[in-house]
Every structure is written in C-alpha cells, then in structure tokens.
C-alpha cells in the first residue's frame, strides 16, 4: 500500500508513469561513524516505533546483539576491532539498507509492487505483495533484506516511511544521543558531511570521506567513514554495484530472450508431435502383493 | 588569579585524607609493594573490618586484576526485564585480552569461571584487542573486565552477581567501594 503523501517513482516488475503533481525533496540519513558511541538507543528506537522483537540471543563473544540483521533487526551495530596505521580502532557501524537511487532489490524482485522506491528516495518493502522467492536478497550489494521463514516475506529498514510521509525523522534519529545520526535533504546531508570531513581531516584522521557509492547511483543513507579509504574494515563493499547481470534482467535482451524462448519450445513441440505423434499412456497392469487395491504403495506393519 | 599569585585549595578539616592525591596500591594488589613508596603499600584511612581482611586473596592465587563496569544497553540491574534490552545485551560475558585468552586456551565465546576469594561467577569470554597486558614494575599484567548487570532475574539469560567477587573496602572519605581494582583467576569452565 502506497502512503498518500510519498509519490512512488519506481515499483518492481511493472511499467508505469509516476505522478508528476508536485516535486519532492531526496531525503537522505547522514549516519557520522566518528561520533558514534555504539550505545545502540537507535537499535532500541528501531525495534520500539516498528515493533519488532528479535529473540534473546546468546553471547557469542562480541558486542553485536543480535548477531546478525533479520526480519525482526532492521538496523544493527555491527562492532569490529581493527589495527589501522598502527594504532586500534574500535569500528561500529550502523549497518541496514543504504535506500540505493539504484536499487538492486528493486530491480531483481520479479513480484510487482513488492517493492516500491518513494519520489524522497525511500526504497520501501510492500509485503503483501512479497512471494518470497529472495531474489532481492541477492540482488542486494548490501546483503541487507532478510527472508522470514514464518510467512515467506523479506523485511528491511524502510527509513520510517511512515514517520517521514508525516514529517518526522526516522525513529533511529530521534534515539541517537550523539548526533551521530542526522536526517534531511539530500543536499543539507553532503554539506553537513563535508563540513565534517573538514573537522575529521583537520584532527589527522586524513583519508575520512563521505560514502554514498556512485555504482548504486549513490545512497539515501550516507556514512562519513574516519578510514574512509577502508570501507571494507567497516563491513561496506568498496565499490558495490548491482552487478551486470542484474542490469540485463528485465532488459529488453532478457525480454526478447524470453519471448524467443516460449516461441522456440512451441516450434519444437510442433515438430516432436510430426514425428512422435501423441503420447500414449501404457496399460495400467493388475499388481501383486500387499497393496490396498487403490494404486497405493504398500506400508509397514509399524505404521 | 589571587594577589600573592597563586592560586588557593579549600578543604574540609572533616576529610580522612586528602585534599591532594595519593597513590595506593589496591588492597588485593598484582605487586607486594608500592613503587612510589614501600613503606606504605595501600591506603591506611580506607575502611575496613577486621574479618573482611581475611578475605582479600594474594597475587599468587590469583594472579589477575579484574575490575567491574557498567554497559550502555543496560542500567544497573534494572533494565534485564525490559525485552528491548535484553535482546541488545542478552548474557552476561567478562573480556580478557588475546594474550591472556591464548595462555589459558580461551576462546571467543567459551563459557569461563571467574574466581576471586570471595566467590565465583560463570560468563562467556569475549576476547578483545582493546585490552592488553601491562608491564607494572616488570611484571606482565593481565586485566580481566566484568561488566555488572547480571545476576538476579530477567529477561537476559540468567548470570552471576559480579559482586561477588568484590572486596570490602570503603574509602577513607567517602567509603566508595573498591570494586575497580582487585584480584581474580580465570579457567575455562
Ligand atoms: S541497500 Fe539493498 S535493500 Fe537497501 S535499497 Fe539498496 S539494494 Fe535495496
Ligand atoms: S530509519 Fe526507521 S526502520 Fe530504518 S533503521 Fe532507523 S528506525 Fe529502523
Ligand atoms: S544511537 Fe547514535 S551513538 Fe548510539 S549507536 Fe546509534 S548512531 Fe551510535
């Protein structure tokens, strides 16, 4: 379902025109690794607006709680130890969906209307349109969307669609004790990264940067990294990309593919009928043995 | 900046010690002496009974130091029955450094007993770079940390008290408890 006030701009498996009546500004959550505690209040503000409950885990021998994403973790603080130039850094990364101008997802997903990209730049999941076939699980450079096994539906982080349709910042915003965690326009974003980059390089951490990866066509959550040449020390793909097979699917190369494939078998099973004629099913023969008569096959004395 | 140029102190005449700052050695101590002055070794003003001092355990017994802390997920022993809480922080774990995890064939996520003598408690090791032996007056240190939070009932996993393990010591002034510096072992369980 559609929210009245986001104008949608890209649906899965469909073809249509979006709206044009009124513009709207891309929103983008500026997330600043470098003043993140890790304290988790946006984990915690996550679970409470969208009511989600993950299982009381185990300790496997680190701060992430849960271990991992899952239908019930929309946003996790994923925690790594890493020696950099010398010295250890403690790395927390607030991990979940980038909301990609160039969604994989989206593209990979073969229901329609499963998944819907807002005119603002959300990348929002509509799951009772999801079969929960996971193609956008692999169609995801992120790894992020995760399947649920109890009704078959893929679950994300919808950058609180609901709350921003409304004009509020997403829940994680509004819990993050740091400003660490900021939410606007788009522009305001980059130049509140910038001016952080400025801030970061002049405290000597020189290689920080802002990422927001063109091979995606750029994000709605936007990361400004202290080890900005290192993304991957943080968990982020260097140079994510949705992949060249995905950008044929639903090409008109897969499209003609398709249809040229339908023609080909009915071509084909033309001819195998010319030469093979109809099918003819063999005569059914009495059976022997401790059937119950029926054609069913024959069970243990135990069952 | 006052008159004669410096500037002044102002401290109660009800104070035990102080005002300046002193260094003492904990009462459970990984070193027999006091590198700053042998000749007192930890502070005379703290408060201490008679049998409390029975039982502080010595660095040949247990040769760690260990010290409790808070966590961000939970406050005090309150929030384990809040599900969102327990969920971020589900059960209780004690960090030791990678050297210490090697010396005693621990690894990340291994259930371990932490034992000072006092009594015991029972967590999950996580094993971390961020902390690393220290070499006090030419001895390899290991430091064990133990968050709080566990013990009583909850929605965590059920844990252990870490104060258990904890002496009884009260400061000279104010009788804070010494619950940051003092002496445990640590083995697989
Ligand atoms: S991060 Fe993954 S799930 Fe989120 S919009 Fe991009 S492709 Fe889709
Ligand atoms: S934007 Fe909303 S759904 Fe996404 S992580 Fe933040 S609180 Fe969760
Ligand atoms: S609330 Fe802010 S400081 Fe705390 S973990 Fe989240 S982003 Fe980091």
């Known amino acids: ?303 | 900046m006052n008159p004669e140029g410096v500037a002044r102190l102002f401290a109660l005449d009800k104070m035990n010690e102080g005002p300046f700052p002193e260094h003492y050695e904990p009462f459970e101590s990984p070193l027999d002496t006091n590198p700053l002055h042998a000749k007192v070794v930890s502070n005379p003003a703290a408060r201490i009974f008679k049998d409390d001092r029975d039982s502080f355990g010595t660095a040949k017994e247990f040769p760690y130091v260990a010290t409790t802390y808070r966590l961000t997920e939970h406050f005090h022993f309150w929030t384990k029955h809040t599900r969102t809480a327990a969920v971020l922080q589900p059960e209780q774990f004690v960090e030791i450094g990678e050297d210490l995890a090697r010396e005693k064939g621990i690894r990340q996520g291994d259930k371990i007993v932490v034992r000072s003598k006092r009594g015991m408690i029972k967590a999950k090791a996580l094993v971390t770079k961020r902390i690393t032996a220290l070499t006090v007056a030419g001895k390899a240190v290991h430091t064990v940390g133990i968050p709080i939070h566990w013990g009583f009932e909850g929605l965590t996993r059920p844990g252990y008290l870490a104060n258990t393990l904890t002496p009884f010591v009260g400061d000279g002034n104010v009788q804070t408890p010494e619950f940051k510096a003092f002496l445990v072992d640590i083995e697989r369980a």
């Open chain 1, 1 to 303: 379902m559609a929210l009245q006030s986001l104008d949608i701009k890209a649906r899965s498996a469909s073809t249509f025109a979006p709206p044009s009546a009124r513009t709207t500004l891309e929103v983008a959550k500026l997330i600043d690794v470098s003043r993140c505690i890790g304290c988790k209040a946006c984990q915690a503000a996550c679970m409470e607006w969208n009511d989600l409950r993950d299982a009381v885990g185990v300790n496997e021998g680190s701060y992430t709680n849960p271990p991992d994403l899952s239908d019930q973790t929309w946003t996790l603080m994923r925690f790594y130890e890493e020696q950099i130039q010398g010295s250890l850094q403690w790395l927390i990364l607030k991990d979940g969906c980038l909301h990609c101008a160039e969604p994989g997802c989206l593209k990979a997903c073969p229901a329609p209307g499963a998944i819907v990209q807002h005119s603002n730049g959300i990348v929002d999941f509509h799951e009772e349109s999801c079969i929960g076939c996971g193609y956008c699980i692999s169609g995801c450079p992120f790894n992020i969307p995760r399947l649920r096994k109890e009704d078959s539906k893929v679950y994300k982080c919808t950058l609180c669609s609901d709350r921003v349709a409304v004009g509020l910042e997403p829940a994680c915003i509004k819990a993050c004790p740091t400003q660490a965690l900021s939410f606007g326009s788009k522009e305001t974003m980059l130049a509140q990264a910038e001016h952080r980059l400025t801030d970061l390089h002049e405290r000597g951490f020189t290689k920080a940067a802002v990422y927001d990866p063109q091979g995606v066509g750029g994000t709605h959550v936007v990361y400004v990294l202290p080890h900005g040449d290192r993304p991957e020390a943080y968990g982020l793909p260097k140079d994510p990309s949705i992949g060249p097979l995905l950008a044929v699917w639903r090409s008109w190369v897969s499209r003609s593919l398709g249809v040229f494939t339908m023609f080909a078998v009915l071509v084909a099973g033309v001819f195998h009928y010319m030469k093979v004629g109809p099918l003819e099913e063999p005569r059914d023969e009495p059976r022997d043995g401790p059937g119950d008569g029926q054609g069913r096959p024959p069970r243990d004395a135990s069952s």
